[in-house]
């Protein structure tokens, strides 16, 4: 029983002052008024029966709108409201978020198939326990992006050409590679290098790169004044409709914190709703964390399911990142 809940029990038959002495009842009045004061500030300060311990959780992401419903949930307090006290952090690289999730730098983070397969594949305590959003080929979010005098309208132009990708490794570079093989293109003809998608712009204008494969709200903001052109949207071409990105956390504080778990989840479903119901406050949001505002909305989704893991699982082992099969219902919670 909770303080609060003691004190309703006792307010009653204190109250009564009936039953003792004349002498006693002004001390008995004054008790009645200190505890229903703070049977009030007790309830004012979030501590009324049902109400939920906040869980501190580090949530790390990338500047891309596919993680909007993160920043709402938060700036709305949905995440509160679900018992956890977030704290979103800004990561340059996905492949970096798996590295701070195992050191306990961070407890939830982005990430994308390939990195969890291989992270699993190592031995590495890792599991997804969110969707974030898809790749669909009737909605595309990203694209690969030329700078103009570098001339680049086909695959087949990218020989010989410096192409900026967000992660080695990561399933953008991942799918730009497979994109390449299918259009015959060998990998050794096109040099690819990291580039974080905040510096994509200036290293596309500074001439650093010749293409980037960039995500929304980035590419738009490289189409809006010419810096770089449209070449494909690669993604569709591969496949139509592909798990994006997810949000995965340590295996072992998943088992220990349940209750946070379903919290995430119950917080981002109501961040996508009001998404959609509010966006121009969403905007709002959307421009305080990125500095910028997608003109296309992801196609967000938090429910995870084993074929968008088996794919990634096929997808791993043919572009040779793993050595060894991977089961595909160890890398989801369900």
């Not at 004190?7 to 006693?24: G, M």
């Not at 306990?104 to 326990?129: F, Y």
């Not at 096109?190 to 580039?195: C, F, G, I, K, Y």
């Not at 082992?317 to 160890?330: F, I, K, N, W, Y």
Request: proline share 6%; with cysteine; charged share 20%.
């Amino acid at each position: 029983m909770n303080l609060q809940s003691v004190i309703q029990c006792i307010l009653p038959h204190l109250a009564r002052v009936d039953v003792v002495s004349p002498a006693a009842r002004p001390v008995l009045r004054r008790a009645v008024s200190v505890l229903a004061a703070l049977g009030l500030a007790v309830s004012a300060f979030g501590l009324a029966p049902g109400a939920q311990a906040q869980t501190r959780v580090n949530i790390g992401y990338v500047s891309a709108t596919d993680f909007l419903p993160a920043m709402i949930a938060k700036e709305r307090g949905f995440f509160e409201r679900h018992g956890i006290d977030a704290t979103l952090t800004r990561v340059a690289l996905a492949p970096n978020v798996a590295a701070a999730i195992i050191s306990g730098d961070m407890q939830i983070g982005m990430s994308t198939g390939p990195i969890l397969v291989q992270a699993v594949e190592n031995g590495l305590g890792l599991v997804a326990i969110a969707g974030a959003a898809h790749f669909r080929k009737d909605n595309p979010i990203v694209s690969v992006v030329a700078r103009p005098a570098a001339k680049i309208a086909t695959a087949a132009d990218l020989r010989g050409k410096r192409v900026g990708v967000p992660g080695l490794r990561s399933l953008l570079h991942v799918l730009f590679q497979k994109w390449l093989l299918q259009n015959n293109i060998p990998l050794n003809q096109v040099t690819m290098v990291e580039a974080p998608f905040p510096q994509m712009k200036d290293l596309l204008a500074g001439g650093t790169l010749d293409a980037v494969v960039a995500i929304e709200p980035i590419r738009s903001r490289i189409l809006a004044d010419s810096t770089g052109m449209k070449v494909a949207d690669f993604v569709g071409e591969v496949n139509p409709d592909i798990l994006a990105a997810f949000w995965m956390a340590g295996t072992d504080w998943v088992a220990k914190n349940p209750k946070a778990v379903q919290g995430f989840r119950d917080a981002l479903r109501e961040a996508i709703d009001f998404a959609r119901s509010n966006p121009t406050e969403a905007r709002t949001i959307e421009a305080k964390y990125l500095t910028v505002v997608s003109p296309v909305t992801p196609s967000w989704q938090v429910d995870l399911s084993r074929g968008e893991f088996d794919f990634m699982v096929k997808l791993s082992a043919e572009m040779g990142l793993t050595r060894q099969s991977v089961d595909p219902d160890r890398l989801f919670l369900k």
